[in-house]
Structure formats: C-alpha cells, structure tokens
C-alpha cells in the first residue's frame, strides 16, 4: 500500500488526484468545482512532504459518480477528491 510517507520518501512516486461533484449545478462549474477540490488535497499533500512534482490533478465533475441517487446522502458521497497512486 502506498502512504504519505513512502511519496516523501520516494520522489519516483505519481499520485493523481480526481475531484469530483454532485449532480446539481452546470457542467462547467461541477468541472470548475472538481478541480478545486482536487487543488485543495495536492496543497494538503504538498504541506506534508509530497513534492508538487509526484501529483497531478483531474477534475471529473459530475461524469463518475460514486452512488446513484438524487438525495442528500447520494450527493455528498458524490462530493469527493480520490487519490489514485
């Protein structure tokens, strides 16, 4: 299993983080809205040691949802930021 640890201590290390929304809003802001969610854990990684060069982010909006659904609980599994080593 890859940790936070080992990317420090490994520089050759790749993480990609996906951000990604809930169903409500337009496509361009869910898109917007992934992206900072995914900037917001690479400054996470960042302050813990991860150098800026081992992550890249991708936003996926609304595209790849986590669980089906059309209520609160489905759109807040929804609203996530996944790290893919």
Do not use: F, W
Not at 19 to 28: Q, S, V, Y
Not at 45 to 53: C, E, F, I, R, T
Request: with cysteine.
């Amino acid at each position: 299993m890859l940790t936070l640890t080992s990317c420090v201590a490994n520089p050759s290390y790749k993480v990609t983080v996906e951000g990604h929304a809930d169903e409500r809003g337009t496509p361009e802001y869910n898109i917007s809205l992934g992206e900072r969610r995914a900037n917001a854990v690479k400054m996470y990684l960042q302050g813990k040691g991860v150098s800026a060069d081992q992550i890249s982010i991708v936003s996926y909006g609304k595209e790849k949802p986590a669980v089906l659904g059309h209520d609160e609980a489905a759109y807040a599994k929804n609203r996530r930021a996944v790290l893919v080593y």
